[in-house]
């Protein structure tokens, strides 16, 4: 007769016994479980850590390359006051033992201004393959990548991926064929319509009014869209205007048939309001300043005023003196409206002359 062992007979007991009165076996994981209602659904990362902010570097094939110093020193203040909401993404670099930057260097440099010994991070182990299109894919779905930047990491990106057509960059990172092509525009656009965008002074939906204007037409468009911070679509009106009415490739021509256009659009001033908006142009831009002489030259052009010739305000003066020469005695006493617009011209005129 064999007899059971007593581990077999315990299994024998166990499973003949109701369940209510069975007791479930534990193993040593049971005893580090979280078993709080609030762990309910939760589980821990192994990746997830604080490191020193000297352990990490900036990734040098990072697609952004501008960063605004005022927007950083915003968010210094922030993490000062309430820390790291988020973590940052590293991954590690085994031959230089460090951790390099994915996504999240602002943040990394903020922490870094704000005075923070350690940040909190995600670490990935991200293939070389991957790692533009995982940055590129953060910044263009938060739309925090300037267009310039944006556009030369897709084209970095094209070589990456074998010289593969544009379609797949785009299907890559996850955007629209043809918005795609709207950034790559911006890189035909001059360097100092570049150099706007990435300073941030001109958005790329405004640049897109510049993109195929002749040069001159470009610079008289975005001198306007600076001076008066044109809306896109307004813009995009005045370049197509240029193009079907065959102005001439130069600056004061395109430059006063913007302002044309502009007028036209807005409607014109009574005589009053042009004298009264030219001379008070004319006299800020006597006191210096190239804010002044710009908007001076913005208010000439809406006025269509032609170029300085001398033998032009000799003959003008001499038609004022002509009109003044017929004045009906008491006249100008009477007629307060012509009294104040003589008096603006002569206030006007005793500034350009330096009398005080």
């Given amino acids: 007769m064999t007899v059971p062992s007593p581990i077999h007979a315990a299994d024998d007991i166990l499973s003949t016994m109701p369940a209510s009165r069975r007791r479930r076996r534990f193993s040593v994981d049971d005893l580090f479980v979280d078993s709080r209602p609030q762990a309910v659904g939760v589980e821990d990362l192994p990746t997830a850590k604080e490191i020193r902010l000297d352990r990490i570097v900036a990734d040098p094939d990072q697609p952004r390359r501008t960063f605004d110093e005022a927007r950083l020193e915003e968010l210094a203040e922030s993490i000062r006051a309430e820390g790291v909401l988020q973590p940052i993404v590293v991954r590690y670099d085994g031959l230089r033992d460090t951790y390099v930057v994915v996504h999240g260097e602002r943040r990394w440099r903020a922490a870094t201004a704000a005075g923070l010994e350690a940040i909190p991070t995600i670490v990935r182990d991200v293939p070389e393959g991957r790692r533009l299109i995982h940055q590129?894919?953060?910044?263009?779905?938060?739309?925090?990548?300037?267009?310039?930047?944006?556009?030369?990491?897709?084209?970095?990106?094209?070589?990456?991926?074998?010289?593969?057509?544009?379609?797949?960059?785009?299907?890559?990172?996850?955007?629209?064929?043809?918005?795609?092509?709207?950034?790559?525009?911006?890189?035909?656009?001059?360097?100092?319509?570049?150099?706007?965008?990435?300073?941030?002074?001109?958005?790329?939906?405004?640049?897109?009014?510049?993109?195929?204007?002749?040069?001159?037409?470009?610079?008289?468009?975005?001198?306007?869209?600076?001076?008066?911070?044109?809306?896109?679509?307004?813009?995009?009106?005045?370049?197509?205007?240029?193009?079907?009415?065959?102005?001439?490739?130069?600056?004061?021509?395109?430059?006063?048939?913007?302002?044309?256009?502009?007028?036209?659009?807005?409607?014109e001033r009574d005589a009053g309001d042009e004298l009264t908006a030219i001379l008070g142009a004319i006299m800020a831009a006597s006191r210096g300043g190239s804010a002044a002489r710009a908007s001076l030259k913005r208010v000439a052009d809406e006025q269509r005023a032609p170029a300085y010739a001398v033998d032009r305000l000799h003959g003008e003066i001499l038609s004022v003196a002509r009109t003044l020469a017929r004045m009906p005695s008491g006249a100008l006493p009477a007629d307060t409206d012509t009294r104040a617009r003589l008096s603006a011209l002569v206030a006007t005129l005793n500034r350009l002359l330096g009398i005080s």
């Fill in 136 to 267: 590129l894919m953060e910044n263009i779905v938060r739309d925090d990548l300037n267009a310039i930047d944006r556009a030369a990491a897709l084209r970095s990106l094209k070589g990456q991926l074998g010289d593969a057509p544009w379609e797949s960059v785009a299907e890559a990172v996850g955007i629209r064929r043809s918005r795609l092509f709207q950034l790559l525009g911006t890189e035909k656009l001059p360097e100092t319509v570049q150099a706007d965008i990435r300073a941030g002074r001109l958005s790329e939906k405004q640049s897109r009014a510049l993109q195929g204007l002749p040069e001159e037409h470009q610079r008289a468009l975005r001198d306007a869209i600076l001076a008066d911070d044109l809306q896109a679509q307004t813009a995009l009106a005045i370049a197509r205007r240029l193009k079907t009415e065959h102005i001439p490739d130069d600056l004061n021509e395109a430059a006063a048939a913007i302002a044309r256009f502009r007028a036209e659009t807005t409607g």
